[in-house]
């Protein structure tokens, strides 16, 4: 199953950020697929259980093929807001809510399938029998064609895989944010042959001020004159270089930013760039 280097988070088109019409989403889209960013990342959640719907009427009416295309999505965790009746913030991993959940991404997304259906988070109740169960019939059914987790821990996926295969792993990795290169995720990625994705692949350097930003800037304003290329490029081009074969989720929903984005995959850092950029954000050489 191919996915795109770059794949296009869609959680700010909708009502959590830009408010895109139809008719700008559409544009995205196709810009996206223009740029050989062919990979659409979801959750049901997103813009509070709308994003999905205003994505599938937009792609309804784009033009695009579907089978040129991609589709991941997300369920299992359950807000607390007027569009469902909780009472707390939960996650619900059983057979008959994932079968549901995926249901209705496929009706709100205008679709016959998921490429990729991922469990959003883990559970302290996730029963491996209940998901292999759900798992098991939407594969059955065609409704989806790949299973895989997010932010779960290679403990978590060995819990899971006692009844189903996980194909995927969506976590948090950036160079301000590497834990998961560390404690055993990454490599759980490479050992068996799992999609690796990173959510928030810039990290922190454009969102709040800091003595490792202000390093970081220090390692970057020599390297975008040595690479030609911007700041944000270089930040993906670091996370790029993992051997994991990491396939970032970029959440711009700004035209210019998605086409630089794609750029970045022709980027190969320097191994000793790439330690200057870890030293800097670390704020100390390696052991």
């Not at 399938?113 to 759900?134: C, G, K, T, V, W």
């Not at 895989?148 to 290679?154: A, C, K, L």
Request: include cysteine; charge should be negative.
């Amino acid at each position: 199953m191919k996915y795109s280097r770059i794949i296009a988070g869609t959680m700010t088109w909708g009502k959590w950020g830009k408010q895109h019409s139809a008719a700008e989403m559409i544009a995205l889209m196709n810009h996206c697929v223009e740029n050989n960013i062919t990979t659409f990342d979801h959750a049901d959640i997103y813009g509070d259980y709308t994003n999905e719907e205003d994505f599938g009427k937009a792609f309804n009416k784009s033009g695009i093929k579907r089978e040129n295309i991609q589709l991941i999505s997300k369920c299992g965790i359950q807000f607390d807001v007027k569009e469902r009746s909780n009472r707390v913030k939960h996650y619900d991993y059983d057979k008959d809510y994932i079968i549901s959940s995926v249901e209705r991404s496929l009706k709100m997304l205008q679709t016959d399938y998921l490429d990729l259906l991922l469990l959003h988070r883990p559970s302290p109740l996730m029963n491996p029998s209940e998901i292999a169960e759900a798992v098991d019939k939407l594969s059955d059914d065609g409704k989806i064609r790949q299973f895989g987790v997010s932010n779960f821990t290679p403990s978590q996926i060995q819990l899971i895989e006692k009844e189903v295969q996980v194909e995927a792993n969506q976590v948090e990795f950036s160079l301000s944010s590497n834990a998961v290169m560390n404690d055993g995720t990454l490599d759980d990625c490479i050992t068996y042959d799992r999609l690796a994705m990173s959510w928030s692949p810039l990290g922190s350097y454009f969102r709040e001020e800091s003595k490792a930003n202000d390093r970081i800037k220090k390692v970057l304003v020599e390297l975008t004159k040595k690479y030609d290329a911007t700041e944000d490029q270089l930040l993906l081009a670091w996370v790029l270089k993992h051997p994991s074969n990491v396939h970032p989720v970029v959440g711009t929903a700004t035209p210019k930013r998605l086409k630089m984005a794609m750029e970045a995959v022709a980027i190969n850092l320097e191994l000793q760039d790439w330690f200057l950029m870890l030293e800097a954000n670390e704020g100390h050489e390696v052991a």
